[in-house]
């Protein structure tokens, strides 16, 4: 006897009608409108607040002076979106891309002063203080400490970085393993300006540091594996003991995630692809995990998604957990499933000053050591590149070095 479905008897759902796509459509349009006239405003401030600190705000520079500044700063703003569009659009134009990223950390830079230059400027008004000149001291201020704060946070972005030394004291870990080395790599960020050198001086850097386990916690790279090949390959001299491992970070899934799960297997890492691994050293064992990006789901390809269920299935649940997770705030998951300490990357530590208040809406931690619920620990590497603005002020990158302990207690111990 057939049974029937509910609404079976009714047929297939009616076609939406011309009424309802002419009313997404307007929606649609509306939004999008919306998001452009948001993204303007937000430009048109960033550029047009150093312009009027620099050149309009009472500093009464000689007139072309003023002209030139103004022309600058609007041939500046008008050729912004078009670069960052060339850039990291569908042509991936890297002259483009570097262009657009300069310009996009060079205004933040200026932007930021500009604001703390007008305050200044205020409080020397209330002091009556400064003369007539209060506004050019305070325009010249605003250059001379931006100009020095860019060239420095460009050398910072393109040294190879400092390495970070911590004891991570994890209490369920086993006599054996005290005094496991972990080395963290994260956010490499291999992109429009070629560092194959740098990269190659980095992996350098790792192998002096006599690993047991090497973790790369995502973010590799902006742009395809073919793309960044030459940069990516001296990943492949990278020495551990135990264990070289990967996961995916959020930019990889702008460009080809699976691409490069592929390309670090290449390299001979192993790719902690919602998965896991057992090592071994001295009689006890540690479980190394790994679970996509958090945004993996909503890429829409296939079998990616941050799945822990999947990376822990068939470990012991008595050993002690080391989980790679590329964005920190993976951590309420990890806790609500006891584990013992998260590797994270991906807030570059805020890579341009204040730009780690923004962070911390989206995180729960910016950088270093924090304990979240009852066992767990998370790692927060600052990270040894850059996205986008090849400037890191007063976030300086770093490789990280951490030697687990048995113990009670994290100690978070930064030797320079």
Known sequence: ??????????????????????????????????????????????????????????????????????????????????????????????????????????????????????????????????????????????????????????????????????????????????GTRVVVLADTHFGPID??????????????LDADVVVHAGDIADGTPLQRREQSAPLGTIRSRLAKVYVTGNHEYFGEAQGWLDRMAELGWEPLHNRHVVVERGGDLLVLAGVDDVTAESSGLAGHRANLLGALAGADPDLPVLLVAHQPKYVAQAASAGIDLQISGHTHGGQIWPFHYLVRIDQPVVHGLSRHGVRTLLYTSRGAGFWGPPFRVFAPSEISLLTLRSGTAGTDRDDR
């Open 195 to 208: 560092r194959a050198g740098w990269s190659a001086r980095v992996a350098e850097a790792v192998n002096g």
């Open 1 to 178: 006897m057939a049974v029937a479905r509910p609404g079976a008897e009714d047929g297939p759902a009616p076609a939406p009608g011309p009424e309802a796509e002419d009313g997404r459509e307007r929606r649609s349009s509306l939004r999008r409108r919306l998001g452009g006239t948001v993204v303007f405003l937000v430009l048109a401030l960033l550029f047009v607040l150093p312009w009027w600190t620099l050149f309009a705000s009472g500093v009464d520079w000689p007139f072309p002076v003023f002209l030139a500044g103004t022309v600058g700063f609007a041939c500046w703003l008008v050729s912004f979106p078009f670069l960052m569009v060339a850039g990291h659009g569908h042509r991936r134009a890297d002259r483009a891309a570097r262009v657009a990223d300069s310009t996009l950390g060079m205004v933040w830079v200026l932007f930021t002063w500009s604001v703390l230059g007008g305050l200044v400027h205020l409080v020397l008004i209330g002091l009556d203080a400064g003369g007539a000149h209060r506004a050019r001291i305070v325009a010249a201020a605003v250059a001379v400490v931006s100009a020095g704060l860019l060239a420095w946070g460009h050398h910072e972005a393109m040294r190879v970085p400092r390495v970070k030394r911590l004891d991570v004291r994890v209490p369920r870990l086993g006599a054996g393993l005290d």
